[in-house]
Structure formats: structure tokens, C-alpha cells
């Protein structure tokens, strides 16, 4: 009995138990952080030139006292906090924007454009908030050191570039992440969501966000003349029965209870009304969660390909060529369960119980879960952060109107509320992480 009381004491006392929501000053702190988050909307850099961006991150960062590294895997910048013994947190921000030309009516909207690869000018907008997740990233990294007091180990501040592009994550970790920093025992990001309220975040254990591939099919023919259809064989038909079979992947040969999308975004072929090509170009993004299920889809796909070209009477150096592009691949994102519970509770404490929603897993995909991938096998954890300033979220509800979502011109979150938010629950996340 007496034991059994000495043991409860002992949990009572242990951090765990303990482990109270940071009393954070933000009223103090937030008019510079929106500061930062209207400079940072109004100067998005795209993909691989988020060179500016990373300098404002890494100055931040210097300033609240980190030890800042820049030009990591592009410029990608790494801060790091030492605080005792104890494990090392890494918290990532993405920094890159997207070719959209901001159409949300706001005072503080992006008026960027560059001039493309191709000659042409476009517009650079935030369009998927990363400028959200930076303002809260480096919100959060003030509050973490300011509470010091509260946690103990190491403070990792990871800002990626080139998210959108599939390629930061692999590029900062290739360039030594994990060696020449400290290795995290605990990752984790936010990523803003245009479907859940501002105020309130979500989450989900397990898998949250789909593995992405790009890939190119080459279908061969013999062209000829468009009255003479006999004469050749027609690579426009060829492709035509590809997509139409590629149908049947998902829906016949993998298993229903394994989320699984073959989309064929791109067909291009043929260059006038009366010549039949010799060539048919395919472009396609495959998602899937199960990594068996993505080298099942690929392995479908080259067999339907082949057998549709062989079945055309084609000879067999004219197979339709499958281009798989590894370099751009993206697995999924897992949510580490037990991680995601540490984290969802201390969410809870920190903004409210009915203020953290479970969610679905999507098809979308995110670099973020390459963390998770690498041989020291850590545990990472992805929420979402509600952007959604709350009467266009309730109108939307009463008249059944879509919202605009992520990557959307109009994609305009409620920063005032989303900030505080995001500071709030990253910073007591971090906070259950090290105390655990
Ligand atoms: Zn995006
Ligand atoms: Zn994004």
C-alpha cells in the first residue's frame, strides 16, 4: 500500500506529470512577428531562390541567440540552441513560394513577378503559407529560448527550401543534416491547413500525407498520313487505350484498402489535323501511402504500357518508354504515433481540447517525410495549423461553397488568429518532447 502511494507521489512529480503549458507573453511579442509575416508574404521567392528569404530567417535567428548555419542544400539555414542535456528537438520550416499571381484582394498582397526559365513573367505568391510557417517557426524559437527555463537538450531550427519542387528535404540532408548537426531525437513541423478554422489545429497518427512520384511515358508509332491510317501505327490510339488502362490499376488489381491515384495530367501528341505522329508524350503523378503499393503501381504501369504497344503490332524496339524520375520522388509522410500523442496533448493543454480536431489523411504530398526515412529512423510528427479566418469558414459551411484551397490565388489565411496559434502549439509541442 505504502509503496503504492510512494509510487503515485513519484509520477505526480515526474516531468510527464508536470509537464504545464508555457505561460507565453505573445502580446508583447506579436506586432513584430506580423511585421515579419507581411514582409515575408510580400517578398515570396521561389523554388531554389529563396536566397533573401533564408538571409531574414538566419538573421532572426542569430538575434534570438542561435547558432546559425547558412547555405545548407541551397539555402536552407540550420539554427541551433544548446540548453543542457537532454534531447535534440528539430523544428522545420519550408520557405519557398509558388508561380501564382495573388489574387486575395488584400492591402498586404505579393506584387512579385520574375521572369520564368522559359522567358516568361509570373507572379510569386505564398500560396501554400510557408510564410505562416516561417513567422510561427521564428515565433516559436523566441518563445522556446525565452522559457529556457522550462526544457533542457538541444534546440534544432531547420528552415527548407524547395519544398514545392520535392527537393530541399533530400538536398539538406544529403548535404549532411544529420552528421554535421546535431541528430534530432524528435522532428516536427506545421503545415498551415485552408479547410480548418484559424484557432484550431488537426492532426492524425499514422499516415497523414501520401508518398508523390512523377512519371513520363514515350509512346512510340509508325507516322504516315492521316488518310492512310493502314500505312501506320497510330501512337495517338496506342496512348489513348494506355490511359484508359491505367484506370484499372487502382480500381482492379491493388487492394481496395490501400489508398492508391494514378493521374495522367499531361497527353501531347501529333502536330496537325490529317498527320499521324510518331510519338505520343504522357506525363503522370502517382500517390499512394504503402511503399509496396507505389513499386506495384510502377511495375503496372511499364506492363500495360508494353502489352498495349505489343497488342498495336508494334516491334519491340519501339516499347513505349517508362520514365520513372527518382530524383523528384517523394515517400510519405508518417506520423509517428507515439510522438503524435505526446504532441496532440500538449496541443490540447496549450489551446483547448475542442481546438485540436483528428483529420483524414490526404493525397498531397510533402519532403517532410524523408525526416522520418533516413537510417536513424526518428519518429516525426506533421499537424495542421487552421487558416481559415472563421466567418468565411462558417459562410462556407451554411452555403455549402468550397473554400479556396492551398496553392489557390485567393488562399488568404487569418494570420492574426493562425500566428498566436502556431506559436502557441509548436512551442509546447517542442516543450513535451524535450520533458519526455
Ligand atoms: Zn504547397
Ligand atoms: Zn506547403
Not at 492532426?203 to 508509332?221: L, P, Q
Not at 503522370?284 to 504500357?305: G, H, M
Not at 510522438?339 to 483529420?359: F, H, P, Y
Amino acid at each position: 500500500m505504502k509503496f503504492h502511494k510512494i509510487y503515485a507521489a513519484l509520477l505526480f512529480i515526474s516531468p510527464i506529470a508536470c509537464a504545464k503549458t508555457l505561460d507565453l507573453n505573445l502580446d508583447k511579442t506579436m506586432p513584430a512577428i506580423e511585421k515579419f509575416y507581411l514582409d515575408l508574404h510580400q517578398s515570396p521567392e521561389l523554388s531554389y531562390h529563396e536566397q533573401q528569404t533564408g538571409q531574414k530567417i538566419a538573421r532572426q535567428l542569430k538575434q534570438i541567440g542561435f547558432d546559425v548555419t547558412s547555405n545548407i542544400g541551397g539555402f536552407g539555414v540550420v539554427g541551433i540552441y544548446e540548453n543542457g542535456d537532454g534531447p535534440t528537438v528539430m523544428i522545420r520550416t519550408d520557405t519557398d513560394g509558388l508561380p501564382i499571381i495573388e489574387q486575395t484582394g488584400k492591402s498586404y498582397a505579393s506584387n512579385v513577378t520574375i521572369t520564368n526559365d522559359e522567358g516568361a513573367t509570373v507572379g510569386v505568391m505564398h500560396g501554400c503559407g510557408h510564410d505562416i510557417h516561417m513567422s510561427s517557426f521564428i515565433g516559436t524559437a523566441q518563445q522556446l529560448v525565452q522559457h529556457k527555463d522550462s526544457w533542457q537538450g538541444t534546440l534544432m531550427m531547420v528552415a527548407q527550401p524547395a519544398e514545392e519542387v520535392g527537393g530541399g528535404a533530400k538536398a539538406m540532408l544529403k548535404e549532411g543534416l544529420f552528421s554535421k548537426f546535431p541528430t534530432p531525437d524528435h522532428v516536427i513541423a506545421l503545415h498551415v491547413s485552408a479547410s480548418v478554422p484559424a484557432g484550431k489545429v488537426s492532426m492524425k497518427n499514422e499516415y497523414t500525407m501520401a508518398s508523390v512520384d512523377s512519371v513520363d511515358i514515350t509512346v512510340k508509332g509508325k507516322g504516315g498520313h492521316g488518310a492512310y491510317p493502314h500505312t501506320t501505327i497510330d501512337p495517338v490510339v496506342i496512348a489513348s487505350r494506355i490511359v484508359l488502362a491505367l484506370q484499372t490499376v487502382t480500381s482492379r488489381e491493388l487492394s481496395p484498402l490501400e489508398p492508391s491515384v494514378i493521374t495522367v495530367g499531361s497527353i501531347h501528341g501529333g502536330s496537325k489535323h490529317n498527320v499521324i505522329s510518331d510519338e505520343v508524350k504522357l506525363q503522370l503523378t502517382l500517390r499512394s501511402y504503402n511503399p509496396e503499393v507505389r513499386l506495384q503501381q510502377i511495375a503496372a504501369i511499364k506492363r500495360i504500357s508494353q502489352g498495349i504497344a505489343l497488342s498495336a503490332g508494334l516491334d519491340k524496339s519501339l516499347m513505349p518508354e517508362v520514365y520513372v524520375h527518382e530524383d523528384e520522388s517523394i515517400p510519405s509522410t508518417y506520423n509517428n504515433p507515439e510522438q503524435t500523442n505526446i504532441v496532440r496533448n500538449a496541443i490540447s493543454s496549450a489551446i483547448g481540447k475542442d481546438n485540436v480536431l483528428e483529420t483524414q489523411a490526404v493525397m498531397a504530398g510533402e519532403d517532410f517525410g524523408l525526416y522520418g526515412r533516413t537510417e536513424q529512423n526518428i519518429p516525426i510528427t506533421l499537424f495542421w495549423l487552421g487558416g481559415v479566418e472563421k466567418s468565411q469558414y462558417i459562410a462556407a459551411q451554411k452555403s455549402g461553397q468550397t473554400l479556396p484551397s492551398l496553392h489557390s490565388s485567393k488562399f488568404a489565411p487569418d494570420y492574426k488568429v493562425a500566428l498566436p496559434t502556431g506559436i502557441k502549439a509548436m512551442s509546447n509541442a517542442a516543450v513535451a518532447l524535450f520533458n519526455n
